[in-house]
């Protein structure tokens, strides 16, 4: 501020005094002073808010009120002005009060001077200005105060935030830790305990009977028998399905000490602890077969679960799970080559079968392309309305140099799993058909005899069945209608488009198609609609079910009718018994193919059987069971 331009107002009623005061200002050396003069209280404080005002001089005394007043009311109005209280007398009760209100100083008009007067004013506005700056200083301080509050309010939000986020980041990472170490040891889909769980408490059941011989356990492989048909049947989902509700059937059936767990895709394995010899570990697995045999129902599709166990025993002094794994894993693929649903318990003997069954594929390898080592037997098939040999089902055997004549159920597996079913099939087609020829020509009476072949999966895929089929009835001249080929139940679910393609183009040449083992697989009439059969097969299982169950033969009625119905023949398979026949019998079955009757037999014997028929001169071929007996 430039001192020309010091503003200073005088309020003061005496003009006397506002003279005097000029007077004292005109005499200050060093500044320029401008004095404005209000005689009341009213116009210094109007001239106060609405001028520029540097420094303010009030007369102790203004009308009926005091220069205190002035200055309290002054600086109440936020007026920065510094004020200087003029008085009369010196009074130290005045000087204390005017501090209190707010005055920068206090002078006593007697002794003032001009030097005191300039003085007083300039120290009044340094004040003032010292006031300002504090003033300013507080005001920054405060604002720095309320951002540090805002600040802090926003911190203790954000850490808030922060440590919530972070008790829910602990916890999460709490639960995928145990969801972690769960699944670690658990199958995702069943829950059940996973192959590394297993293996760990095998582990420790081993090392408990290393301790006390006393204790005996066992483990258990279960396989599931045609699980593949399910999964591609009927899809993933239900294969899902079927997967986790044998699981919990599983774990109902065992006792609280017991584990089951899931080994990977259809196969679990059971700990069976404390067990008072082997037989317990197979009755615990009957029991377990028993249980699955309750159909479970996917889609309106009843689902029968089959499964082949096998059993490793801790008698015979395992040191580690996996040996242990191994073995039971030795006893199960044992248990499915001798068909379904079967149960082995390990033994030694089976631990060469491993390399025997290598050897047998390279055996049936080796056969397949000499060809000289397969034969048919034929099984007739009777009709027992007309009381003769309507015809035959052709059947593989494989007469091994070294193990002699096996069944198909000793070799079948091996040869679809090494495809050798293909070229061996073929074989068996070509072989049938040509034996049917020669039959069909040694007598008239022989010339309706029909022909059963069994076709594989593996086959329906070869592009060349068909042109097979073909060229094998036009060069023996055997009528196709003669030609029955048989396609197992199972089968169909697994690619029932493709199937149902090759099946109408079989059915174009005029070759029949049966339908085999209905009723093993997963039993669906709706089967014999949507595929072109003419044959259906009943199961062997269904022909002695529905002797001894009332039920069954309900069943087995409806199911014949059916294929009545939509214009099917019917072959009851495996009649055995007196009985059997008769209940077939009762029921109209017109064909049944069994042991009651004959089993399969070697071509020469079909042969003399035909023969001695023709030489009787009778078109019976067979009405009573005499061959049953005699072979
Ligand atoms: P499948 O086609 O159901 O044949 C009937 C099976 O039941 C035959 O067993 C037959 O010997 C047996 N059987 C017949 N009557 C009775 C009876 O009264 N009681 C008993 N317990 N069994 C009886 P086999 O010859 O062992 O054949 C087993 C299966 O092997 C056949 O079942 C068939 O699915 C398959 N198979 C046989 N030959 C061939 C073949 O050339 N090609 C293909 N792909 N499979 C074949
Ligand atoms: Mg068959
Ligand atoms: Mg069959």
Known sequence: MAESEIRILLVED???????????????????????????????????????????????????????EFIAEASHDRSAVPMILLT??????????????????FLEKASLTPELLE???????????????????????????????????????E????????????????????????????????ELPNRELFVDRVNQSVGRTTRSSDKTFAIMVVNLDRFRVVNDGLGHRAGNEVLSLISCRL?????????????????????????AAAESARQCAQRLQKLLEQPILIDAQRVYAMFSAGIAVSTLGYCSAESMLQDARTAMANAKRRGKGRIEVFDISMRSNT???????????????????????????????????????????????????????????????????????????????RQLRSWQKRSPANDALFMSVNVSRYQLDDDDLIEDVRSTLEETGVKPGDLKLEITESVLMIDPDKTTAVMERLNEIGVCLSIDDFGTGYSNLSYLRQFPFQVLKIDRSFVRAMALDEEDFRVVQAINTLAVVLGMEVV????????????????????????????????????KMLDDSRDRGSPTLFLDNSLARAG
């Open 159 to 190: 850490l808030l935030e922060a440590n919530e986020a972070l008790r829910f980041e602990i916890t999460e990472r709490k639960r995928a830790e145990q969801l972690l170490r769960h699944s670690g040891l658990h199958d995702p889909l069943t």
């Open 119 to 157: 003085r007083s004013l300039r120290y009044a506005m340094r004040h003032a200005e010292d006031l300002v700056a504090l003033e300013q200083a507080r005001a920054s301080l405060a604002e720095a105060n309320d951002q540090l509050e805002t600040k802090v309010q926003q911190r203790t939000k």
């Open 14 to 68: 005496d003009r006397d005094d506002y003279v005097l005061t000029q007077g004292l200002l005109d005499k200050c050396s060093d500044s320029q002073y401008e004095l404005l003069w209000e005689a009341t209280y009213g116009a210094g404080l109007e001239a106060l808010r609405s001028n520029r005002i540097d420094v303010c001089l009030i007369d102790y005394k203004i009308g009926g009120r005091t220069g205190l």
């Open 572 to 607: 009851a398979e495996g009649a055995e018994t007196a009985q059997e026949v008769e209940c077939l019998r009762s029921l109209d079955c017109q064909f049944v193919q069994g042991y009651y009757f004959s089993p399969p037999l070697a071509p020469d014997k079909v042969a």
């Open 355 to 433: 390399a025997g069954l290598l050897e047998l594929e390279s055996d049936l390898r080796r056969a397949t392309a000499q060809g000289d080592e397969f034969e048919l037997h034929y099984q007739p098939v009777m009709d027992l309305r007309q009381g003769r040999v309507a015809g035959f089902e052709a059947l593989l055997r494989w007469r091994h140099p070294e193990r002699g004549l096996l069944g198909p159920g000793e070799f079948l597996q091996i040869a679809e799993e090494s495809r050798l079913i293909v070229p061996i099939g073929r074989w068996v087609l070509k072989e049938a058909v």
């Open 251 to 275: 774990q109902d059936a065992v006792r609280p000490g017991d584990t089951v767990a899931r080994l990977g895709g259809d196969e679990f394995g059971v700990l069976i602890e404390d067990i």
């Open 88 to 105: 009369g007398a010196r009074d130290r009760s005045i000087d204390i009060a005017a501090t209190r209100v707010g005055a920068a100083d």
